[in-house]
Nanobody, 132 residues
Framework: QVQLAESGGDSVQDGGSLTLSCALS???????????VAWFRQTPGKERERVAT????????SYADSVKDRFSISRDSTGNTVYLQMNSLNADDSARYYC??????????????????????WGQGTLVTVSS
């Protein structure tokens, strides 16, 4: 089993910054095969949206167009904590942010999927509110 725990959500002013953290824990066997870690976000009544992905083997990252050049996904040296640095926040970024982990894309080896069903493990989410 793998457990994910997000933290860092808060209320910030428009234009502000936040860093979200996702702590991964579990047995060595459970963490084996976790090649992708991703951040998703969701607002009430909308589908869960991929924000950023990180392929742990190569370090390859990908971002939604709406956050490109403002958000950055990274991990610490142990690989057990993944971060989402968010800059120049605006009201459209308000959402509950979820950390997810799972195997690489089935159709594109070496890449991480944008689709939530691909991810086996999820955290409970952390709330980000951006106000003007």
């Amino acid at each position: 089993q793998v457990q994910l725990a997000e933290s860092g959500g808060d209320s910030v002013q428009d234009g502000g910054s936040l860093t979200l953290s996702c702590a991964l824990s579990g047995t060595t066997y459970g963490l084996y095969g976790i090649d992708c870690v991703a951040w998703f976000r969701q607002t009430p009544g909308k589908e869960r949206e991929r924000v950023a992905t990180l392929y742990t083997g190569s370090g390859r990252t990908s971002y939604a167009d709406s956050v490109k050049d403002r958000f950055s996904i990274s991990r610490d040296s142990t690989g057990n904590t993944v971060y989402l640095q968010m800059n120049s926040l605006n009201a459209d970024d308000s959402a509950r942010y979820y950390c997810a982990a799972g195997p690489p894309s089935f159709s594109q080896p070496g890449y991480c999927s944008d689709a939530p069903p691909t991810y086996s493990y999820w955290g409970q989410g952390t709330l980000v509110t951006v106000s003007s």
